[in-house]
Nanobody
Framework: QVQLVESGGGLVQAGGSLRLSCAASGRTFSNYAMGWFRQAPGKEREFVAASTRSGGIVRYADSVKGRFTISRDNAKNTVYLRMNSLKPEDTAVYYC???????????????WGQGTQVTVSS
């Protein structure tokens, strides 16, 4: 089992920045690819970003490319999502997830955090 706890969400004005953190415990963190997803009210959970075990390869949704950065610190068992130039349409609950491969498919991830709310005001 892997336990994931997100933090860092909040209310920010459009154009602002936030950094989300996801702390992992349980099994060896570096054995897992990590992903970030988000879910807005009334919408499906969607892929945001993902990182391989080492962090050497990352993937992004087109909607966040150039604005968001995923990174990880395996020594701290933590994955981050730096979000810049935030837009109102980025408002959602953000979830981190752990899986065996880097993928944009949420069904390929085995473990999920409880989520953290990000609200971007216009």
């Amino acid at each position: 089992q892997v336990q994931l706890v997100e933090s860092g969400g909040g209310l920010v004005q459009a154009g602002g920045s936030l950094r989300l953190s996801c702390a992992a415990s349980g099994r060896t963190f570096s054995n897992y690819a990590m992903g970030w997803f988000r879910q807005a009210p009334g919408k499906e959970r969607e892929f945001v970003a993902a990182s391989t075990r080492s962090g050497g390869i990352v993937r992004y949704a087109d909607s966040v490319k150039g604005r968001f950065t995923i990174s990880r610190d395996n020594a701290k068992n933590t994955v981050y999502l730096r979000m810049n130039s935030l837009k109102p349409e980025d408002t959602a609950v953000y979830y981190c997830a752990a899986g065996s491969v880097v993928t944009s498919d949420r069904y390929d991830y085995d473990y999920w955090g409880q989520g953290t709310q990000v609200t971007v005001s216009s």
